[in-house]
């Protein structure tokens, strides 16, 4: 091999903080309070306390390698940790506030969390587990909602007492630098151990004009909470462009949220489809309510967006979706659902679909579907199979011995997703491989479903899984929940549903809730309505309704 003669320059964060501080000292930071005040501050004043957190963090003998935990909103000093942990050579770790104190307490220990910085306001949650992880040498509280009470660490006071020289060491782009844990919705959640250069390329793909274009003019609002798949990276795109950042604090509700965007001039938000459509359904009653003339762009991902969603955005409102598929263990953004030029002949309506598809893979990613015994199957848009991953933001192994069958012998990466993939490449996913319905032996796709349930004008959500039953094994059966005030009847929903799918595709029954059961990360909870409702179909059959 004739090797290149270029420099090997590492990727690491720590240039993002030297970019940061050379070109973007006056970019602005805007973060939510509890109190709803937002605190103002800039890219200078970030880069100071970054020095003088990172030297705290060293006086307090976090060493590199360690896991440093954060238990915090999405705010400045969040935003502060995710530079200051890795880019001393320390692993920072986000723990989801949603989760339940025994999964905490399960997840912390499985880190070897050393630290752990938690928000006042989060404190009772903190006090139920942390007795259950004895390897945490030091809590830090951030005063986020008031003073930090006595005889605990004050991330403030702790900060003011450096001077802020910490010089960041040199780092190889391999090291570690975030541990983000799955969701869990089976089994004990799994640990993604995020590297500089993994973080680095994926921001760059990101950042792509294609992916989703961010610079330095954009004031960028990441919704989708730190403490889950890095909020999408996007504090780490909007910190390597200088773009603004607008941090939502603990208020997610959809008025707050509006008020953000507007009143910070938010140019690109991001979140997942539930907070969208809580965000349609208020400016469906209040269009003119938000000038929200700055948004260019609403990134939604994590669980399916519905095609209605979609349209009702754009059609309605004058507001641009993009749909991005992805998961923890791609860090998390594998591809994105936009149009080509190619597609500009497309229709409006064929246009939509294919916007609410999954999208294509970004570069580097490269994406396979096979059947159940690893065969790879052809790219024909209705030939279903599992979703296989690789490239240099895919996970490796995880972090501990868990989950070693999710990795193949020739390098991929099973996602657990089923899906189609077409001639040129667009995912469209049709269900979790643990939720497919399979009904004498054919798979039924419930997103599918799900999403054409959600295009009827009284529901406001739906959620399609297996119901067991005596002849077919499984049928698909939908809980659904109206918009307030509207209803429909199952025969009017499936009337709605028959121009779309084969008879048997349709669901056996409708279930009326007043709420979809979710994960901490706000996707569907099918296991507990299997749990609940998954003998329906079969007490129906007994006359036990
Ligand atoms: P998490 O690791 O918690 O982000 O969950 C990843 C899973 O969320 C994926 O494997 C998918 O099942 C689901 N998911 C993420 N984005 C989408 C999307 N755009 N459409 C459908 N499902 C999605």
């Given at each position: 091999m004739l090797t290149g003669r270029m420099m090997d320059f590492p990727l690491t964060l720590t240039h993002f903080l030297d970019r940061a501080r050379t070109f973007f000292g006056d970019a602005e930071i805007v973060s939510r309070q509890p109190d709803k005040s937002l605190h103002r501050s800039t890219y200078a004043d970030f880069s100071r306390r970054t020095r003088q957190l990172a030297e705290a963090l060293t006086r307090l003998g976090v060493k590199p390698g360690e896991r440093v935990a954060s238990l915090c909103w999405n705010h400045t000093r969040h935003l502060e940790l995710y530079f200051a942990v890795p880019s001393m050579g320390a692993v920072l770790h986000t723990l989801n506030l949603r989760l339940h104190p025994g999964d905490l307490a399960y997840i912390a220990r499985h880190a070897e969390d050393r630290v752990i910085v938690v928000d006042r306001s989060l404190l009772p949650l903190l006090e139920k587990f942390i007795g259950e992880v004895p390897g945490v040498r030091h809590v830090i509280v951030v005063p986020d909602d008031g003073p930090v009470p006595e005889g605990r660490l004050d991330y403030e006071r702790l900060l003011a007492a450096e001077p802020g020289a910490f010089v960041f060491p040199p780092l190889d782009e391999r090291s570690a630098a975030m541990l983000c844990y799955t969701s869990g919705t089976t089994g004990n959640p799994k640990g993604v151990l995020f590297s500089h250069r993994s973080i680095v390329l994926h921001t760059l793909a990101e950042c792509m004009a294609d992916t989703f274009g961010i610079g330095e003019a954009d004031a960028v609002l990441p919704v989708v909470p730190m403490f889950h798949a890095a909020a999408w990276g996007m504090p780490f795109a909007a910190l390597f462009t200088g773009a603004k950042i607008v941090l939502p604090g603990p208020h997610l509700d959809p008025a707050s949220l509006l008020d953000l965007m507007a009143g910070e001039r938010v140019t690109l938000a991001a979140g997942v489809p539930t907070l969208w459509l809580g965000i349609l359904a208020l400016l469906d009653q209040a269009p003119t309510r938000w000038d929200l003339t700055s948004v260019r762009g609403m990134l939604i991902g994590g669980s399916a967006a519905p095609q209605a969603m979609i349209e009702g955005f754009e059609l309605r409102h004058g507001l641009r979706v993009t749909h991005a598929w992805g998961m923890t263990e791609l860090q998390p953004v594998g591809s994105i659902a936009r149009p080509r030029p190619r597609h500009q002949g497309l229709g409006p309506s064929e246009r939509f679909a294919l916007r609410a598809t999954q999208g294509y893979a970004l570069p580097f990613v490269e994406l396979r579907h096979v059947s159940d015994t690893g065969e790879v199957l052809p790219r024909d848009g209705t030939t279903m199979g599992e979703l296989e991953a690789r490239g240099p933001w895919v996970a490796s192994s995880y972090f501990g011995d868990e989950g070693a069958d999710r990795f193949t012998a020739d390098g991929w990466f099973k996602t657990g997703d089923v899906v189609t993939l077409d001639a040129e490449g667009f995912v469209r996913i049709t269900d979790r491989s643990k939720d497919v319905i399979k009904s004498g032996g054919e798979w039924i796709s419930s997103v599918a479903l799900e999403n054409a349930l959600m295009?009827?004008?009284?529901?406001l959500e739906a959620a399609v899984f297996a119901g067991r039953d005596a002849k077919w094994d499984e049928r698909p059966l939908a809980a659904v929940v109206f918009k307030p005030g509207q209803v429909a009847t199952p025969e009017e929903l499936a009337a709605h549903l028959s121009g779309h799918f084969a008879k048997w595709w349709l669901p056996d029954d409708y279930l009326f809730l007043a709420q979809i059961p979710r994960t901490s990360t706000g996707k569907f909870l099918k296991t507990k309505l299997r749990e609940e409702h998954g003998d329906h179909l079969l007490k129906k059959a007994r006359g036990e309704r």
């Open positions: 295009a009827h004008p009284a529901v």
